[in-house]
């Protein structure tokens, strides 16, 4: 099994802002509910999932079921 890869959240913060993006839009972006999620991330208290940070076209298709 493969080590989850994991995101910086001051990084992920640092990149959001640079895109000029509030955390509700990059949430709305990524098809999630609201920015509570993308707060989280940023405080360190939970990591993405690959699924929350792919696009749905370009998600391999066992992603899905």
Do not use: C, N, Y
Not at 6 to 20: F, M, Q, V, Y
Not at 30 to 57: I, Y
């Amino acid at each position: 099994m493969f080590d989850r890869p994991t995101i910086r959240p001051d990084a992920l913060r640092h990149a959001r802002e640079a895109a000029g993006l509030t955390q509700h839009q990059l949430a709305v972006r990524l098809d999630l509910s609201g920015g509570e999620r993308v707060s989280s991330w940023e405080l360190g208290r939970a990591q993405p999932s690959l699924r929350a940070t792919t696009k749905p076209e370009r998600r391999p298709r066992h992603f899905d079921r």
